[in-house]
């Protein structure tokens, strides 16, 4: 999950490729998270910030990640929300180190 958005909105099937996850999860998501709440235009379509992307990121995390049920991660989102956006963020940094470490070794392995 890639952190360097360069637009100002997303339409959700971009929203579904940067996150990996159908556009359905995204729909539902919106439904059961009042965090969730993508901008619309005038055709209904939804406009995502690179913040909702942010926010979908943290229940992504929740749910898909830590395997909590959707109830539980709305809880944790509302009484712990600082708390939870500061470990993903840290996951997030850690998974980046660790694929950066990846490629090194990938890249020493195929020097020998």
């Known amino acids: 999950m890639n952190n360097d958005f360069n637009k100002k909105?997303?339409?959700i099937k971009e929203v579904a490729e940067i996150l990996n996850i159908p556009a359905s999860t995204?729909?539902?998501w919106e439904n059961?998270?009042?965090i969730i709440k993508p901008k619309r235009n005038s055709h209904g379509t939804r406009l995502y910030t690179p913040s909702d992307?942010?926010?979908i990121k943290m229940v992504y995390y929740l749910v898909k990640?830590?395997?909590l049920k959707l109830d539980a991660a709305q809880e944790q989102i509302k009484h712990n929300?600082?708390?939870v956006s500061q470990r993903h963020k840290t996951i997030e940094r850690l998974k980046k180190v660790r694929s950066?470490?990846?490629a090194m070794l990938d890249a020493l392995h195929s020097l020998r």
């Open 9 to 11: 909105y997303y339409k």
């Open 26 to 28: 995204l729909r539902f």
């Open 32 to 34: 059961q998270f009042t």
């Open 53 to 55: 992307i942010e926010t």
């Open 65 to 67: 990640e830590k395997g």
């Open 81 to 83: 929300h600082s708390n």
């Open 100 to 102: 950066e470490l990846k």
